[in-house]
């Protein structure tokens, strides 16, 4: 079992960055791939970033995922921000390696809410 602990959103305006946590709980936890996914209102929940290095083109350039294997702990790093970021982030987990759909994750966060004003 995984447990997942997201932190780090917020409001920010239009152009800031916020840096979103993951804490995992358990003793393996380089043995799973991590992912971050958003859900935007009325819009199904999208993958973000994760462990591989893809990342969708509404956020290359300017998001950033990285993991600290030693705190079991992933990150997200978010640069100009734009409204139409604003969603539930959730970190996500799966034993093996990183895939895109939501469907393939085992594991998930209670997801943290990030909102971006004009």
């Known amino acids: 079992q995984v447990q997942l602990t997201e932190s780090g959103g917020g409001l920010v305006q239009a152009g800031g960055s916020l840096r979103l946590s993951c804490t995992a709980s358990g003793r393996t936890f380089s043995r799973y791939a991590m992912a971050w996914f958003r859900q935007g209102p009325g819009k199904e929940r999208e993958f973000v970033a994760g462990?591989?290095?893809y990342y969708p083109d509404s956020v290359k350039g300017r998001f950033t995922f990285s993991r600290d294997n030693a705190k079991n702990t992933v990150y997200l790093q978010m640069n100009s921000l734009k409204p139409e970021d604003t969603a539930v982030y959730y970190c996500a987990a799966r034993f093996g390696v990183v895939s895109t759909p939501r469907s393939e994750y085992d594991y998930w966060g209670q997801g943290t809410q990030v909102t971006v004003s004009s």
């Open positions: 462990t591989g290095g």
